[in-house]
T-cell receptor, first 114, second 113 residues
Framework: GDSVTQKEGLVTLTEGLPVMLNCTYQTIYSNAFLFWYVHYLNESPRLLLKSSTDNKRTEHQGFHATLHKSSSSFHLQKSSAQLSDSALYYCALRDMDSNYQLIWGSGTKLIIKP | DPKIIQKPKYLVAVTGSEKILICEQYLGHNAMYWYRQSAKKPLEFMFSYSYQKLMDNQTASSRFQPQSSKKNHLDLQITALKPDDSATYFC????????????FGEGSRLIVV
């Protein structure tokens, strides 16, 4: 079945350094729809980015990601980390198999230190 | 104003008891979901409903029963509570069940003692 892999469970960075959170996926369908959700402490998870267009960069709130179908990846990046970026980040795949449900990665906890 | 209302925000329950978590959404969405986040674990999908019908159930235990009395309501009844059920339960909704953007409520934090 479809799956999403976020290899890093925890990423700790110093403020100002670039951020890259990895997300790879597996699906038999060619029209994958990928999402990044962010979950700040004591808040609700919310959508950060989404894309279904191959090789097109999508940006929001300083973060960007490019869906690469050739490598089945949708890595989340930011040029310069801020303390306020500390949160849990989930990558998700729209599953064309089971009622179009989202398949979630295990999440990456990002901690930004001064 | 929050568009997805979850009640209660915090709840302490005794092992073996039964509780109901309430969720109402005012976004006009047709699909609703329950997710759970236990301590130090990632978000875990539980149920999805579309037009008040169960679409997907990833929860093994029958102790968890969603209840939809109206299109914009999806409550979660939990029976025979166990300490392992302690978690924050998030309700979410989307326009339909075709995987569009999910909007989450603020969560109900349940502690079972």
């Amino acid at each position: 079945g479809d799956s999403v892999t976020q290899k890093e469970g925890l990423v700790t960075l110093t403020e100002g350094l670039p951020v890259m959170l990895n997300c790879t996926y597996q699906t038999i369908y060619s029209n994958a729809f990928l999402f990044w959700y962010v979950h700040y402490l004591n808040e609700s998870p919310r959508l950060l980015l989404k894309s279904s267009t191959d090789n097109k960069r999508t940006e929001h709130q300083g973060f960007h990601a490019t869906l690469h179908k050739s490598s089945s990846s949708f890595h989340l990046q930011k040029s310069s980390a801020q303390l306020s970026d500390s949160a849990l980040y989930y990558c998700a795949l729209r599953d064309m198999d089971s009622n179009y449900q989202l398949i979630w990665g295990s999440g990456t906890k990002l901690i930004i230190k001064p | 104003d929050p568009k997805i209302i979850q009640k209660p925000k915090y709840l302490v329950a005794v092992t073996g008891s039964e509780k109901i978590l309430i969720c109402e959404q005012y976004l006009g969405h047709n699909a609703m979901y329950w997710y759970r986040q236990s301590a130090k674990k990632p978000l875990e999908f539980m149920f999805s409903y579309s037009y008040q019908k169960l679409m997907d159930n990833q929860t093994a235990s029958s102790r968890f029963q969603p209840q939809s009395s109206k299109k914009n309501h999806l409550d979660l009844q939990i029976t025979a509570l166990k300490p392992d059920d302690s978690a924050t339960y998030f309700c979410a909704s989307s326009q339909d069940n075709s995987g569009n953007t999910l909007y989450f409520g603020e969560g109900s934090r349940l502690i079972v003692v």
